[in-house]
């Protein structure tokens, strides 16, 4: 049981270039979300898809977009990518918002941008 | 909308003490409260959580004590081992469907433990 699964698990882009973090889960989850990391700042929302066709803006959502694919697939897509956005990506998954249970998370994607 | 603050952001022990990370969360809607342990490079994970209905939840060595009145929540681990060394996250969120705020959790900053043996 793979559970989530994240790739690429390392990228280094340039300035400007454009890029695809893919993500994809095999528990059924109905909601499907995108955290960001970065040191001393914990774990905060990008965007998240409550269920299959829909997504929301969290609280960091601006220079990024997404796509809910299918029920099993959340993408997140960087258009041009700033050094701001250097961090690590986490994506999530849960049965659905109306659950009070647990997150499930990938292992996350590293993304240098230069 | 929640924020949740957490408490001390490092925290370093010998083998066998005590560890405790204290969250406060300012929505007094929240009523689901977990906590996450994330290992270098993984993700995080769910390790125990507490419901507004009860005071204290204890698992084998770790326990979480919860306030609402004082909008206060606690992670206690004893006889702290190696493995224990970790970030960990604490959390909040309001009930779904609850106007005037989100309910997707909201995390706090974390706490890195280091147990030194």
């Known amino acids: 049981n793979a559970g989530v699964t994240q790739t690429p698990k390392f990228q280094v882009l340039k300035t400007g270039q454009s890029m695809t973090l893919q993500c994809a889960q095999d528990?059924?989850?109905?909601?499907m979300y995108w955290y960001r990391q970065d040191p001393g700042m914990g774990l905060r929302l990008i965007y998240y898809s409550a269920s299959e066709g829909t997504t929301d803006k969290g609280e960091v959502p601006n220079g990024y977009n997404v796509s809910r694919l299918n029920k099993r697939e959340f993408s997140l897509r960087l258009e041009s990518a700033a050094p701001s956005q250097t961090s690590v990506y986490f994506c999530?998954?849960?049965?659905?918002?109306?659950?009070?249970?647990?997150?499930?998370f990938g292992e996350g994607s590293r993304l240098t941008v230069l | 909308g929640e924020n949740v603050e957490q408490h001390p952001s490092t925290l370093s022990v010998q083998e066998g003490d005590s560890a405790v990370i204290k969250c406060t969360y300012s929505d007094s809607a929240s009523n689901y409260f977990p906590w996450y342990k994330q290992e270098l490079g993984k993700g995080p994970q769910l390790i125990i959580d507490i419901r507004s209905n009860v005071g204290e939840k204890k698992d084998q060595r770790i326990a979480v004590t919860l306030n609402k009145t004082a909008k206060h929540f606690s992670l206690h681990i004893t006889e702290t081992q190696p493995e224990d060394s970790a970030v960990y996250f604490c959390a909040a969120r309001r009930p779904f469907r609850t106007s005037g705020g989100s309910y997707i959790p909201t995390f706090g900053r974390g706490t890195s433990l280091i147990v030194h043996p």
């Open positions: 999530a998954s849960a049965p659905g918002l109306q659950n009070t249970g647990e997150l499930f």
């Open positions: 528990m059924n989850h109905n909601s």
